[in-house]
């Protein structure tokens, strides 16, 4: 089965240093990838996902991006964290891509706070 | 587009009472339906899901059907714990380069 790796799992950053948050999928291959995030009580927001490698979809403008090198490693990144991107940043897979029955996989997420 | 929506919350329920989450949907095509439960902390988890209609999802004490007819799915548990508080995701899957849409989460708090 497939194991979502997420790191850091806790990150406190300063106002306008730059990120990077990694993310690796094992025990599967070809997986649409998705990053999350999710402010405090609040629902999830689709940032960015992916259908394959270099393969980049950005649902929300903002200051961060994503890149995908490598089939089953994600990484998001800022050049410069704003106060508003504090929050919970969650990785998911989807596997059986295609098919409606299959569910996302998430990772255990990074707790960023920018301060 | 699709869209879920999931009743507010938070919902402060005593142990072993009984448990409603609404969820709604609109779609397009046939959408797979899913629950998926956080616990603090954590990242999301599968909870339970339904492929088609009246199709019922089940896992740990909980259930819910696909109401196609009213395009609900709504999660029932018969009598939750303290160890079931957690923020609950309801969302679909219509396939295809597929973007699964979730609720906003229903916080469930469960007190002794």
């Known amino acids: 089965s497939q194991t979502i790796h997420q790191w850091p799992a806790t990150l406190v950053q300063p106002v306008g240093s730059p990120l990077s948050l990694e993310c690796t999928v094992e025990?599967?291959?070809?997986?649409?990838l998705y990053w999350y995030r999710q402010a405090a009580g609040r629902g999830l927001q689709l940032l960015f996902y992916?259908?394959?490698?270099?393969?980049i979809s950005s649902e929300v403008p903002q200051n961060l991006s994503a890149s995908r090198p490598q089939d089953r490693q994600f990484i998001l990144s800022s050049k410069k964290l704003l106060l508003s991107d504090s929050g919970f940043y969650l990785c998911?897979?989807?596997?059986?891509?295609?098919?409606?029955?299959?569910?996302?996989?998430f990772g255990n997420g990074t707790r960023l706070t920018v301060t | 587009g699709n869209s879920v929506t999931q009743m507010e919350g938070p919902v402060t329920l005593s142990e072993e009472a009984f448990l409603t989450i609404n969820c709604t949907y609109t779609?397009?095509?046939?959408?797979?339906l899913f629950w998926y439960v956080q616990y603090p902390g954590e990242g999301l988890q599968l909870l339970l899901k339904?492929?088609?209609?009246?199709d019922k999802g089940s896992n740990k004490g909980f259930e819910a059907t696909y109401r196609k007819e009213t395009t609900s799915f709504h999660l029932e548990k018969g009598s939750v714990q303290v160890s079931d508080s957690a923020v609950y995701f309801c969302?679909?899957?219509?396939?295809?380069?597929?973007?699964?849409?979730f609720g906003t989460g229903t916080k469930l708090q469960v007190i002794p």
């Open positions: 998911a897979c989807l596997l059986s891509v295609g098919r409606s029955n299959s569910p996302l996989h």
């Open positions: 025990g599967t291959s070809n997986p649409n």
């Open positions: 992916s259908i394959g490698i270099d393969q």
């Open positions: 779609a397009t095509g046939y959408p797979s």
């Open positions: 339904a492929t088609k209609a009246d």
């Open positions: 969302a679909l899957n219509s396939g295809g380069y597929q973007k699964v849409t």
